[in-house]
């Protein structure tokens, strides 16, 4: 997944994980998800020890990478999209790979804003085909 932010700032993320609505959080036991900011020139690979928490699949979201939000760490998704592709939330840094995280505020820097309010997306799949 490619999303170009209002603000212009390009990231995605990529994970072999099979989306699912309602199956809650998806494990990738391959470790190869990953988020990216391509206006950061940076790839955040999925924690060692977080491979439970992949993706987040539930209807009424869209794309979401990384845990929900824990009272604990004072964290949550590291990428939440909602369905409306307007509203949503970052705490990159919770189950990805980043050093910078701001614990407990949304964080701007992958959005270039506090919401992500996409403009453009572009999805691909692999179908498997040989």
Not at 38 to 66: M, N, W
Request: aromatic fraction near 16%; proline fraction near 4%; charged fraction near 20%.
């Amino acid at each position: 997944m490619v999303f170009q932010s209002k603000s212009d700032y390009i990231f995605g993320a990529y994970s072999p994980c099979k989306w699912e609505s309602d199956k809650g959080h998806v494990q990738d036991n391959t470790l190869s998800s990953f988020i990216f900011s391509q206006t950061h020139d940076q790839v955040y690979p999925l924690k060692s020890g977080y491979q439970s928490e992949a993706i987040y699949c539930r209807s009424g979201y869209g794309p979401t990478f990384g845990s929900s939000y824990s009272e604990l760490s004072k964290s949550g998704h590291d990428i939440k999209i909602c369905s409306n592709f307007t509203d949503g939330i970052s705490y990159l840094g919770h189950s990805y790979e980043f050093n910078q995280q701001k614990n407990g505020n949304f964080d701007p820097y992958l959005f270039g804003q506090n919401k992500p309010q996409i403009k453009e997306c572009e999805i691909y799949v692999d179908f498997g085909i040989k």
